[in-house]
T-cell receptor, first 113, second 117 residues
Framework: GEDVEQSLFLSVREGDSSVINCTYT??????LYWYKQEPGAGLQLLTY?????DMKQDQRLTVLLNKKDKHLSLRIADTQTGDSAIYFC?????????????FGTGTRLLVSP | KAGVTQTPRYLIKTRGQQVTLSCSPI?????VSWYQQTPGQGLQFLFE???????NKGNFPGRFSGRQFSNSRSEMNVSTLELGDSALYLC????????????????FGEGSRLTVL
């Protein structure tokens, strides 16, 4: 199947670290992505990781990839109230010879002061 | 360069009507994908167009259709609207080709919020 699963909700305090988890299905995915959606807006690409990498760090963001378990996580260090949003992971899968992105259910992150 | 532009941003229709949504991709992008976002179902893939041809299609009824023009702009149409069609419709563009330095990422517009009464 094409189910990409995420927990629905995460609440943290400002300054703490946030970890958002995702499990995906296609072991042949070339890239995996994290997108952020703020209220009333479209999705914004935060970061991506190539499937032959275990970790990628980009400022406050750290992506960990466990290919064996098909598990992807996004860690946000020093979480700020402006980080409150919905976070989607996505995997690229090949369908009818072409790649398409399959998105997870989204995790709503709430950061309280 | 300009991002993905969707019009209209908001619209209200009644059951049985039809609606057309428009998407202008980033310059140079040849692929346009459409997604439906609802609170209950999340992000659902509708279809993808590349060089005026539909390459991928999701599991939506035939009332949902789309097309792409030679300048890569795309439209999607929903006929005989139902209450359940109320959603945020998101368009995303990409290069559409694989390999090389292309990471396959999608660039999203702000969406068109459709309310069906």
């Amino acid at each position: 199947g094409e189910d990409v699963e995420q927990s629905l909700f995460l609440s943290v305090r400002e300054g703490d670290s946030s970890v958002i988890n995702c499990t995906y299905t296609d072991s042949s995915s070339t890239y995996l992505y994290w997108y952020k959606q703020e209220p009333g807006a479209g999705l914004q690409l935060l970061t991506y990781i190539f499937s032959n990498m275990d970790m990628k760090q980009d400022q406050r963001l750290t992506v960990l990839l466990n290919k064996k378990d098909k598990h992807l996580s996004l860690r946000i260090a020093d979480t700020q109230t402006g980080d409150s949003a919905i976070y989607f992971c996505a995997e690229s899968i090949t369908d009818t010879g072409f790649q398409k992105l399959v998105f997870g259910t989204g995790t709503r992150l709430l950061v309280s002061p | 360069k300009a991002g993905v532009t969707q019009t209209p941003r908001y619209l209200i229709k009644t059951r049985g009507q039809q609606v057309t949504l428009s998407c202008s991709p980033i310059s140079g992008h040849r692929s346009v994908s459409w997604y439906q976002q609802t609170p209950g179902q999340g992000l659902q893939f509708l279809f993808e167009y590349f060089s005026e041809t539909q390459r991928n299609k999701g599991n939506f009824p035939g009332r949902f259709s789309g097309r792409q023009f030679s300048n890569s702009r795309s439209e999607m149409n929903v006929s005989t609207l139902e209450l359940g069609d109320s959603a945020l419709y998101l368009c995303a563009s990409s290069l559409g080709t694989s390999g090389g330095t292309n990471t396959g990422e999608l660039f999203f517009g702000e969406g068109s919020r459709l309310t069906v009464l």
